[in-house]
T-cell receptor, first 115, second 114 residues
Framework: DVKVTQSSRYLVKRTGEKVFLECVQDMDHENMFWYRQDPGLGLRLIYFSYDVKMKEKGDIPEGYSVSREKKERFSLILESASTNQTSMYLC??????????????FGAGTRLSVL | AQKITQTQPGMFVQEKEAVTLDCTYDTSDPGYGLFWYKQPSSGEMIFLIY??????QNATEGRYSLNFQKARKSANLVISASQLGDSAMYFC???????????FGAGTILRVKS
């Protein structure tokens, strides 16, 4: 089974703190993704990566950065946390699909509260 | 731009009955994939079923089936014989033929009543 592990289930941080969310996958997947989930908005893509040291902006990259130094690990960084970044963060990974069958496998999510 | 619309914020269904969750999509690409994911209260997104735009038959996976109507651009999820464990948030998503990104709808909360 594919396993995507997010380092924390719950985090509470203060405004202005630098926050690291870690994600590790064990299936040698090329692609990794960070989403945030808010009620009524579904999942929105923050950043994704097709390979080590490669990253691309998603739909809502402002206020975030990412790091992918190893294939299995993809980190999301909030440089200076703000209250509007309080959300559920989901990490996913996938192999490069044949055709359109791009099944993404998700971690359990990190619920971040910024006070 | 591609878009997924789920018009039902919440649904109730009696245990053992069937339920249909609606999903419509918008794309001008000829090749695309449609997905359904389940998110229980624990938070993890679980892949349920996939339908390719070129597939001739509707996808089925156990109690899940996808009612794919290409001309109407709809990809409704049908859950047969609902169980209490089916209570969750359900998301419809779409992928493009030459991309690795998924676009998600807002989700539908399903509650199964005993």
């Amino acid at each position: 089974d594919v396993k995507v592990t997010q380092s924390s289930r719950y985090l509470v941080k203060r405004t202005g703190e630098k926050v690291f969310l870690e994600c590790v996958q064990d299936m040698d997947h090329e692609n990794m993704f960070w989403y945030r989930q808010d009620p009524g908005l579904g999942l929105r893509l923050i950043y994704f990566s097709y390979d080590v040291k490669m990253k691309e902006k998603g739909d809502i990259p402002e206020g975030y950065s990412v790091s992918r130094e190893k294939k299995e690990r993809f980190s999301l960084i909030l440089e200076s946390a703000s209250t509007n970044q309080t959300s559920m963060y989901l990490c996913a990974s996938s192999s490069t699909p044949a055709g359109t069958k791009n099944i993404q496998y998700f971690g359990a999510g990190t619920r971040l509260s910024v006070l | 731009a591609q878009k997924i619309t789920q018009t039902q914020p919440g649904m109730f269904v009696q245990e053992k009955e069937a339920v249909t969750l609606d999903c419509t999509y918008d794309t001008s690409d000829p090749g695309y994939g449609l997905f359904w994911y389940k998110q229980p209260s624990s938070g993890e997104m679980i892949f349920l079923i996939y339908q390719g735009s070129y597939d001739q038959q509707n996808a089925t996976e156990g109690r899940y089936s996808l009612n794919f109507q290409k001309a109407r651009k709809s990809a409704n999820l049908v859950i047969s014989a609902s169980q209490l464990g089916d209570s969750a948030m359900y998301f419809c998503a779409m992928d493009m033929e030459y991309g690795n990104k998924l676009v998600f709808g807002a989700g539908t909360i399903l509650r199964v009543k005993s």
